[in-house]
């Protein structure tokens, strides 16, 4: 049907409706509006620092939220005003572990954004092994969970938002030498709770 020149390789793309996000090397994002796939709509730069892992579009198809290898999640909007209004980033994915009386922040890559179909809220999972529910609009998380004992490599929802998916798998995130027989290769299917997955709060 079509084929788009894009600036860079590809690393994470989503689809909602008519909308289409990709995230590409270099923290490149372009948008491109399925109603005219032969170009794209709108490009614009990652607000987040480090590569981009992992892209989730909005059920509205009126935003994307955006992972990173640096265990922080963006939530943005095509419009800009909307954006100046709504969009934010926040720190994920990551464990304190005081020694000697030190505080070392470990941070994890956020490998996977997904949307609630019916709520709309956001799950993330990422190399920590842990994954979370998330309302954007509250700026809240829902529910965090413990660790599956090894990287979540990637989830999702079913069609109607009762099971989460999760594959926990080796990410390679710290090279090949972490590898080994013994590392779990999984799928685990977790029944969501409305009270961990609905908004607080939804507006009417």
Known sequence: LSTIQLPERVYAMDASQKLLVVGTAERHVCIIDLNNPQQISKQ?????????????CYPQANGYA????EGRCAFQYIDDQEQAKS???????RQNET????????????????????????????????????D??????????PSLGGTISAAAFNRNGSIYAIAVSY?????????NPQYPNLIRLHP?????????????
Not at 118 to 133: K, M
Not at 136 to 145: I, V
Not at 192 to 204: C, L, M, P, S, Y
């Open 44 to 56: 614009a730069m990652s607000p987040l620092k480090w590569q981009t892992r992992s892209i989730a």
């Open 99 to 134: 020694k000697a009386g030190r505080t070392e922040s470990h941070i994890f890559a956020l490998n996977s954004i997904a949307a609630h179909p019916v709520y709309g809220t956001f799950a993330t999972a990422g190399s920590d092994g842990c994954f979370h529910f998330w």
């Open 87 to 93: 969009g934010f980033t926040f720190k994920c994915h």
């Open 171 to 179: 990410d390679w995130s710290k090279g090949y030498s972490f590898n």
């Open 136 to 145: 954007k609009d509250a700026k809240h998380r829902l529910k965090g969970f």
């Open 192 to 204: 969501t709770k409305d009270e961990e997955v609905k908004q607080k709060n939804k507006r009417r």
């Open 66 to 69: 955006l992972g990173s290898i």
